[in-house]
Every structure is written in C-alpha cells, then in structure tokens.
C-alpha cells in the first residue's frame, strides 16, 4: 500500500494510507507529494528496497529509486499500522 501512495503520480491522496502527524501537515495546506513529482517530473523506472529497520512501535524502509539518468533514495517510516508517518529523499 504504501509503494501505491508513493508511486500514485496525480491520483487523489488516500489519507487512511498516512498517519496522524503527516495528516497534519496536509491539513495546514502543505501537500504531500508523490516520488513522481519530487524530481523533476520524470517517472521512476523501479523502486526498489534496499533495506529495512524493523523496530517495536515502527519501520524504517530505504527505497532506491531509478531513473533513466540517476539514482535517488527515500526514507519511508512506517507505523505498526503500516501508516506512512515519514518519506524523506536522501
């Protein structure tokens, strides 16, 4: 669920896949955007994980993500709901 929101390119923002503190910052008019429109618009060509912190109340994820022309990678904090509370580019 959480690589559909990340790769949802336009597609409405489905608010039950997010947690409570990054809901927030959508409701104060910030908007969460997907990997698709962080660099340049261009479209992903694989996401792909690279490695996992399993912890009691949560879950880091580390995604590489690949484009024609370069590598990125994406922190992705999970709840133990499996709620995105985090995805920062690294």
């Known amino acids: 669920m959480a690589k559909a929101q990340l790769l949802r390119n336009g597609t409405a923002l489905d ?6 503190e990054l809901l927030k910052v959508v409701s104060q008019g910030n908007t969460v955007r997907n990997v698709i429109n962080l660099w340049a618009g261009k479209e992903p060509l ?3 994980l690279v490695e996992q912190q ?4 949560h879950r880091l994820r580390r995604y590489r993500i ?3 022309d370069r590598a990125e990678h994406l922190l992705v904090g999970a709840t133990s709901e499996n709620k995105i509370y985090l995805a920062w580019p690294l």
Do not use: N
């Open 46 to 48: 694989v996401l792909e």
């Open 66 to 68: 690949r484009y024609a």
């Open 54 to 57: 399993p912890h009691s109340t």
């Open 15 to 20: 608010q039950g896949c997010f947690a409570e």
